[in-house]
């Protein structure tokens, strides 16, 4: 008797240390889940490889000047075109940053993005009480996938949509209150004002509403394949919830006037043309065989219900074709796929509550502290401005720009598109003749454009090239090589400037011609 009393006495006292090793091994993990992404980008910079994120800092810098948002198209040699900045809340933030930290702006934003990508993606896949070693294989996985993470606003959408699938996910299951929906038109007023992608968002919202009257009119009927799994809302709370979201979108500075323009900048004809990101998945990364997998484990789970959940197998399919049909979208299915598996549609049965809520506010509270200490340091190790600009000369033609302003060249410059949105900042007296705003220049713009560059074009029918005081093109560009080698061209151009990453021309005087 005195041993057995012996032995329940040292498992009483070795469970309170197991649950404590237990707890300290969660906080380690939730340390590195959320930070690991941030600290690799203080080491490598990646950020300031961007070729978008200068004309959202040019544009933010200009918005804090002007106390206004643009209303025409700013910094381009066509200011008589209409532009509306979808993305100006994002661009405010990062002038104010900006101006608060100089070029380590862009790092530290893209630090805190990494770690709220890591922080909604765990909590999502949370969501349904998961088990935690599954919800941090879930998170890492979304972090793998949703790859070169840049400063940019889209990255906001990713963001409100995993927030946005976590409250939908929450109101549909058993015993959960719907009350949280109402936080949703409070969410689509920030992201309307951040990202053009709340389209997206909304759409998704819309989808889950007439999901839900299907799903309610089916159980009214006695539909027996309708999954139990899932309880569905109050159709009147769903509605109302829907059109005060949709309400909300129209609460910025262009009204209703934003959404033909975010659709202008998030599809158009050219950018399927001319752009990679916006062809199919070619599988010709890691990134897209995981993606492949995850999507199809996602379906086998589904499958293994026999019975349809509506909402979550139509969000599914959308989700998939627009993934795999975008590259730059393929976030869109990955955040779906690891909501439908926090909701127990899987393999894994969900954590016991008791077991899980007193691990979870001792992970919480030191998983909240942990990271921010080591997103200061890292911020504190950042390098100083100098060699900030060392680093983005690199992929920037921050010499080739040296060059131009140093010697005055004549305006107005004709540049090449992965240029524009970078000289757009760091070249302010010489409006572009072309950027990443595609939804400013337009479909036949951008037509010209590529007909220029790609030598399909003379010069005397391609008025942004004749008219042009001077030429920045990437070193080894077609165009570039033409102007060096082909006679009747280097009578016309003079390189007077190169380096690895860029070219400077500019146009012979006449006089120089009859020679």
């Keep these: 008797m005195s041993s057995i009393a012996h032995g329940t006495e040292s498992q009483a006292l ?118 935690f070693w599954q919800s941090v294989l879930l998170s890492a996985v979304a972090q793998f996938l949703i790859y070169g993470l840049q400063p940019l606003p889209y990255v906001c959408s990713i963001l409100f949509l995993a927030v946005e699938l976590r409250i939908l996910n929450l109101s549909r299951q058993e015993g959960s209150s719907t009350q949280a929906l109402f936080w949703l038109p409070v969410l689509f007023v920030l992201w309307a004002n951040l990202h053009a992608q709340f389209i997206l968002g909304l759409g998704v919202l819309m989808l889950f509403a007439v ?25 009147g709370k769903v509605g109302l919830v829907a059109l005060s979201s949709f309400a909300a979108t129209l609460v910025n500075p262009y009204t209703y006037h934003l959404f033909p323009v975010a659709l202008k900048s998030l599809y158009s004809g050219a950018e399927f043309k001319y752009f990679l990101e916006f062809q199919a998945l070619d599988f010709r990364r890691p990134q897209h065989y995981v993606m492949m997998l995850l999507v199809m484990t996602a379906f086998l789970s589904l499958g293994r219900l026999r019975s349809i959940a509506l909402f979550e197998l139509a969000i599914l399919l959308g989700a998939t074709g627009v993934a795999f049909r975008i590259q730059r979208d393929n976030w869109f299915v990955v955040l779906p796929a690891i909501a439908l598996f926090s909701s127990g549609v899987f393999w894994l049965p969900k954590e016991e509550e008791s077991t899980a809520s007193r691990a979870r506010a001792m992970a919480w509270a030191w998983a909240a502290l942990l990271p921010v200490a080591v997103i200061l340091v890292g911020i504190l190790a950042l390098p100083g401005k100098e060699e900030l600009i060392n680093k983005l000369s690199e992929t920037m033609p921050v010499k080739a720009c040296d060059y131009i302003r140093a010697h005055q060249l004549r305006g107005p410059i004709f540049n090449t598109y992965a240029f524009g949105s970078f000289l757009t900042w760091y070249l302010p007296d010489y409006p572009v003749v072309i950027d990443v705003r595609n939804e400013l220049y337009g479909d036949q713009m951008l037509d010209d454009y ?53 070219s400077v021309f500019v146009p012979l005087p006449t006089q120089d011609l009859g020679k």
Excluded at 211 to 231: M, Y
Excluded at 465 to 487: C, D, H, I, V
């Design 211 to 235: 999901c839900e009257i299907v799903e309610g009119k089916l159980r009214t009927f006695g539909a027996q394949w309708i999954s139990n799994r899932f309880v569905s809302s109050d159709t």
């Design 450 to 502: 590529n007909s220029v560059i790609q030598g399909n074009r003379r010069i005397e029918d391609a008025p942004m090239l004749a008219q042009a005081g001077t030429l920045l093109l990437e070193k080894n560009s077609g165009l570039g090589r033409a102007l060096t080698t082909f006679p009747v061209l280097e009578a016309r151009y003079e390189q007077v400037y190169s380096d690895d990453l860029a």
């Design 14 to 131: 070795q469970a309170p240390s197991s649950r404590r090793s237990q707890t300290f091994l969660r906080i380690v993990v939730l340390t590195v889940l959320f930070t690991a992404a941030a600290s690799y980008e203080v080491r490598q910079l990646s950020s300031l490889s961007s070729a978008e994120v200068w004309i959202h800092l040019r544009t933010g810098s200009w918005i804090l000047q002007n106390h206004a948002v643009p209303h025409t198209g700013l910094f381009s040699q066509y200011t008589n075109l209409s532009w509306n900045d979808s993305s100006w809340g994002f661009d405010l933030l990062l002038g104010i940053a900006y101006r608060l930290f100089g070029l380590r702006a862009i790092p530290i934003i893209t630090m805190l993005l990494k770690v709220a990508l890591a922080i909604v993606t765990y909590q999502l896949a949370r969501a349904g009480r998961s088990r």
